[in-house]
T-cell receptor
């Protein structure tokens, strides 16, 4: 089973709202990732968690706040977003961040629209 | 830099072979990947190749790696309409271990 699930599938929010994106995997992977993808562009890395600790933050604005409650779950908390934050947010997981054969498996994404 | 380049668009007829090309820059990359993204969906891992290999075949997919020229290609045999999607190559950077994606190639399969 190489499934990564994400909820919700779609999200519309105003600039003053607070919402959360959720990601789950049950493959025993110890690295989890958040990516942002704009239309017709490749995914851009936002955050990496390794063994439930934040390993990489790609200078993402503080209105995006990641959280890893346990090894299977990854959240992305959203607050005071801007319309330009509208995008597809992808979660991925891999066996380990620095394991020799690291392959990232992606979820279906959450399509976010900020009004 | 870490630019991974792909041609933007490829159109083929159903039943023909498709070849999608990718040029990367990090000669220390250990693994190179091909992902497929259908409209509105996430990325599906298709295949990957270790940097000490020249070729890998997996059913209809053939990956060729020319490490000297830093060139990677994906050949899809007997292309079907269901193969229509955006294809991303990606390299795992040797220094950073991050996944660096190419610009993506839109494959359109004409019936």
């Amino acid at each position: 089973d190489t499934e990564v699930t994400q909820t919700p599938k779609h999200l519309v929010m105003g600039m003053t709202n607070k919402k959360s994106l959720k990601c789950e995997q049950h493959m025993g992977h110890r690295a989890m990732y958040w990516y942002k993808q704009k239309a017709k562009k490749p995914p851009e890395l936002m955050f990496v968690y390794s063994y439930e600790k934040l390993s990489i933050n790609e200078s993402v604005p503080s209105r995006f706040s990641p959280e890893c409650p346990n090894s299977s779950l990854l959240n992305l908390h959203l607050h005071a977003l801007q319309p330009e934050d509208s995008a597809l947010y992808l979660c991925a997981s891999s066996q380990g961040q620095y394991s020799f054969q690291e392959t990232q498996y992606f979820g279906p994404g959450t399509r976010l629209l900020v009004l | 830099g870490e630019d991974v380049e792909q041609s933007l668009f490829l159109s083929v007829r159903e039943g023909d072979s498709s070849v999608i090309n990718c040029t990367y820059t990090d000669s220390s990359s250990t693994y190179l990947y091909w992902y497929k993204q259908e409209p509105g969906a996430g990325l599906q891992l298709l295949t990957y190749i270790f940097s000490n290999m020249d070729m890998k075949q997996d059913q209809r997919l053939t990956v060729l790696l020319n490490k000297k020229d830093k060139h990677l290609s994906l050949r899809i045999a007997d292309t079907q309409t269901g193969d229509s999607a955006i294809y991303f190559c990606a390299e795992r950077g040797g220094a950073t271990n991050k996944l660096i994606f190419g610009t993506g190639t839109l494959l359109a399969v004409q019936p």
